[in-house]
Nanobody, 121 residues
Framework: QVQLVESGGGLVQPGGSLRLSCAAS????????MGWYRQAPGKQRELVAN???????NYADSVKGRFTISRDNAKNTVSLQMNSLKPEDTAVYYC???????????????WGQGTQVTVSS
């Protein structure tokens, strides 16, 4: 089994900051990508930021310059520092990992349970 456990969501005023963290545990052979998606009410889930093996990172245009993703390979963790938050950042944020559980297994997506981020005055 693989588990992704998130922490760090909450309520913050516009212009404020939050930090999300996600830890992957269980039977993991290698992680190809790890990052964050979000889903606002009535909208599709969208990529916020992720990193790929090889130190490549991707950001949604809407968060570039405000959000920073970081990772700790040794601990299988990824964090998202969110600054200058806006009301439109309000959503449930999901941690995602694309990984292999063993040397012979295929790549599979795993998701965390989601953490609510609300930006409101």
């Amino acid at each position: 089994q693989v588990q992704l456990v998130e922490s760090g969501g909450g309520l913050v005023q516009p212009g404020g900051s939050l930090r999300l963290s996600c830890a992957a545990s269980g039977s993991i052979f290698s992680i190809y990508t790890m990052g964050w998606y979000r889903q606002a009410p009535g909208k599709q889930r969208e990529l916020v930021a992720n990193w790929l093996s090889g130190n490549t990172t991707n950001y949604a245009d809407s968060v570039k310059g405000r959000f920073t993703i970081s990772r700790d390979n040794a601990k299988n963790t990824v964090s998202l520092q969110m600054n200058s938050l806006k009301p439109e950042d309000t959503a449930v944020y999901y941690c995602n990992a694309l990984l292999r559980r063993s040397i012979i297994s295929t790549l599979s997506h795993y998701w965390g349970q989601g953490t609510q981020v609300t930006v409101s005055s």
